[in-house]
Structures are given as structure tokens and as C-alpha cells.
């Protein structure tokens, strides 16, 4: 069964370093996804990328943000310069493109340690 | 408000028992409303979904309880097992909108005794 594959597992950093969250979602799926679970917490929606470009975003989603489809398999989750409260479990997910195809395929996940 | 508020935080139950778990949302925009199961160290799985038109849906084991007018929805889970054990969330999605951010409820974590 095709499934969305994420790395690292755990990615463990420095407050203001640069990290790129790795994802590759179910091939024949057009609509990409990021959500973030702060430890204990609900799972909350970042972003949504569709056409190679953002098509949603939440507040969350700051300058600091950036998403990229650099070929034709990997979407890439940048955060430009981490603070203590960007530390959460991070998740990929995709979709089919058909209009009726809403149902969101999620990743295992990246834990991401910022120290 | 887009919230999804659900309940109980967490749940124990004895092997064979019905677990119960109730959401109630806010936005009379959402259109598609799905439960995910979610075990430890995984992503959330996709369980069971309903739309506002329909009053239950039951697939196997799982069924979802719809209350339009009352703006809730609840996650039966008939003869529990102990590999049901997860966390379960409900969400809300403005499906006829285009728009396809999910907005999770807090999460139940269920765990069914042997």
C-alpha cells in the first residue's frame, strides 16, 4: 500500500539554525500538506501546496516558513532561524487531486528538537 | 471560530465495552467531518468520515453519530479491543469551499483494558 515516507525521524538542532523537513508524498497525489503536533497537543494545519504553489496557510506559517517542491517527489518543509517553540512533531500528508478525493494521507512524522 | 472542541481527554474501557467519543465544532461552514486514529511514534490514520447529510455512518466496529442541529458528532467503538488502544481525534474540514486545512480537535486518548 503506497504510503507518504518523511526524514529524519528526529531531527535535533540549535535556536537560529536553518532546518528542511523531508517529504515524499503518495506519487499520484497532487495536494501536499504540513501540520505540526506540539507535544500533547492537537495536531494544527501549517500549510497546503497544490500547482507549486501555496494554496493555504495558517498563522503559524511565518516568514520563517517555506515550502518547496524541488523535483518531482520530495515536498521540503524550511525553517529559516528555529526558536525554542518551533520543537513538535512535524507531519506530511497528501491528497488525490480529484475534488471528491479529501481524504489526507499522513506521514509518520519528523520530532524536531530545537536546543 | 473554526474550533473543534472534543471529549473526554482520555478514556479507559474494559475489552468488549463501548468507547465513546464526542466533538462539537463551531463552524456550520464544515462539510466533512473525519476521525483519525493515531498510535504512538505514528502519523494520524484516516478511521472513518461523514458528511453533514447524513445522520450515522458505521463501518465495521466504528460508527459515527451526527447531530446537525445540536453542531456534534461522535466516534462509537463497538466491542473494544485492546489493539484500539490510540489516540483518537475528530476534525473539521470547509470541504465545498476548496479549501482542505483540517482543524483537529484536542484529541482522546483511549485505552481498552484487557
Known amino acids: 500500500e503506497p504510503e507518504v515516507t518523511q526524514t529524519p525521524s528526529h531531527q535535533v538542532t540549535q535556536m537560529g539554525q536553518e532546518v528542511i523537513l523531508r517529504c515524499v508524498p503518495i506519487s499520484n497525489h497532487l495536494y501536499f500538506y504540513w501540520y505540526r503536533q506540539i507535544l500533547g497537543q492537537k495536531v494544527e494545519f501549517l500549510v497546503s501546496f497544490y500547482n507549486n504553489e501555496i494554496s493555504e496557510k495558517s498563522e503559524i506559517f511565518d516568514d520563517q516558513f517555506s515550502v518547496e517542491r524541488p523535483d518531482g517527489s520530495n515536498f521540503t518543509l524550511k525553517i529559516r532561524s528555529t526558536k525554542l517553540e518551533d520543537s513538535a512533531m512535524y507531519f506530511c500528508?497528501?491528497?488525490?487531486?480529484?475534488?471528491?478525493?479529501?481524504?489526507?494521507?499522513f506521514g509518520p512524522g519528523t520530532r524536531l528538537t530545537v536546543t | 471560530q473554526q474550533q473543534v472542541k472534543q471529549s473526554p481527554q482520555s478514556l479507559i474501557v474494559q475489552k468488549g465495552g463501548i468507547s465513546i467519543i464526542n466533538c462539537a465544532y463551531e463552524?456550520?461552514?464544515?462539510?466533512?467531518f473525519p476521525w483519525y486514529q493515531q498510535f504512538p511514534g505514528k502519523g494520524p490514520a484516516l478511521l472513518i468520515a461523514?458528511?453533514?447529510?447524513?445522520s450515522e455512518k458505521k463501518e465495521g466496529r466504528f460508527t459515527i453519530s451526527f447531530n446537525k442541529s445540536a453542531k456534534q458528532f461522535s466516534l462509537h467503538i463497538m466491542d473494544s479491543q485492546p489493539g484500539d488502544s490510540a489516540t483518537y481525534f475528530c476534525a473539521g474540514l470547509l470541504l465545498d469551499t476548496g479549501r482542505r486545512a483540517l482543524t483537529f480537535g484536542s484529541g482522546t486518548r483511549l485505552q481498552v483494558q484487557p
Open positions: 461523514i458528511r453533514p447529510d447524513v
Open positions: 500528508a497528501s491528497s488525490a487531486r480529484a475534488v471528491s478525493s479529501y481524504e489526507q494521507y
Open positions: 463552524n456550520t461552514a464544515f462539510d466533512y
